[in-house]
């Protein structure tokens, strides 16, 4: 079965770096998520994106974060100066098309801002 | 705005126990309610859904009813095994496409 793959899967950083967080979302897919989990705590939507802009976004996703699809086949997440509290599980997902459809996700990025 | 809220965990239980882990919630209009299951190590997995009143979602020997009327989609598994053990996701999904997760609950199965 096609996987949401994401890369890498742990990531440490200094605060204050950039980190650029990079999913393949399944290839027939048209619309792209990312979500974070902070620990124990439930899973956040980010951003969704679809036909190459952002369709919607949270009050989380602000100036400091981007996505992109520099190509046909990856997804990118950009923290561009992290914070302590950007520590997280971070979920790319995909779907086929809008509607009622469930999310694919991947198995995640955890990243660590020291 | 649209909420889901489920039961604290972590639950704990032995095998071959009975499950209910609950979830309620809040949304205008009448949105599809989903399950997903997260393993060790790995991303959220759809496990069932219900897209309408009184429809039951079933998979792996979960079911979850969708009621109306309290606004709930409880989980259940008559039997649970060690392999079960994950957490699980109560979500709905309205007309924006994008879903509402709870907090997640921790099940744990013991031998």
């Known amino acids: 079965e096609p996987e949401v793959t994401q890369t890498p899967s742990h990531q440490v950083t200094q605060m204050g770096q950039e980190v650029i967080l990079r999913c393949v979302p399944i290839s027939n897919h048209l619309y792209f998520y990312w979500y974070r989990q902070i620990l124990g705590q439930k899973v956040e939507f980010l951003v969704s994106?679809?036909?190459?802009?952002?369709?919607?976004k949270s009050e989380i996703f602000d100036d400091q974060f981007s996505v992109e699809r520099p190509d046909g086949s990856n997804f990118t997440l950009k923290i561009r100066s992290t914070k302590l509290e950007d520590s997280a599980m971070y979920f790319c997902?995909?779907?086929?098309?809008?509607?009622?459809?469930?999310?694919?996700f991947g198995d995640g990025t955890r990243l660590s801002i020291l | 705005g649209n909420s889901v809220t489920q039961m604290e965990g972590p639950v704990t239980l032995s095998e071959e126990a009975f499950l209910t882990i609950n979830c309620t919630y809040t949304?205008?209009?009448?949105?599809?309610l989903f399950w997903y299951v997260q393993y060790p190590g790995e991303g959220l997995q759809l496990l069932l859904k219900?897209?309408?009143?009184?429809d039951k979602g079933s998979n792996k020997g979960f079911e979850a009813t969708y009621r109306k009327e309290t606004t709930s989609f409880h989980l259940e598994k008559g039997s649970v095994q060690v392999s079960d053990s994950a957490v699980y996701f109560c979500?709905?999904?309205?007309?924006?496409?994008?879903?509402?997760f709870g907090r997640g609950t921790s099940l744990i199965v013991h031998p």
């Open positions: 949304a205008t209009g009448y949105p599809s």
């Open positions: 219900a897209t309408k009143a009184d």
């Open positions: 979500a709905s999904l309205t007309g924006s496409y994008i879903p509402t």
């Open positions: 997902a995909s779907t086929e098309s809008a509607g009622d459809q469930p999310q694919h």
């Open positions: 994106f679809y036909n190459n802009e952002i369709s919607e």
